[in-house]
């Protein structure tokens, strides 16, 4: 689990999968924590997130800005990101 936007301390590569539940709009630093979360994220791997408390769009914007991740899907509230 991760409770903060600073470093993991995980190895490189090594998640399959992230839950970013009702919490993304809480981090202060939310392109340093994408950064890290596709650090550690398997290629391939799958980071879901809820832009719960966001603006849609620019929920959006954060994520795809750097080409980390690629929107996969969205079912209701809930966006599927794949590790570029």
Request: glycine share 8%; hydrophobic share 45%.
């Amino acid at each position: 689990m991760i409770l903060s936007d600073r470093d993991t301390g995980l190895p490189d590569e090594s998640v399959d999968i992230v839950l970013l539940y009702d919490v993304f709009q809480m981090i202060s630093d939310k392109e340093k924590l994408l950064g890290e979360l596709h650090r550690v994220l398997k290629p391939g791997g799958i980071l879901f997130a809820t832009a719960e408390h966001l603006d849609v769009n620019e929920f959006m914007n954060i994520f795809v800005k750097g080409n980390l991740f690629a929107l996969v899907e969205k079912r209701g509230e809930v966006f599927r990101f794949e590790r570029d």
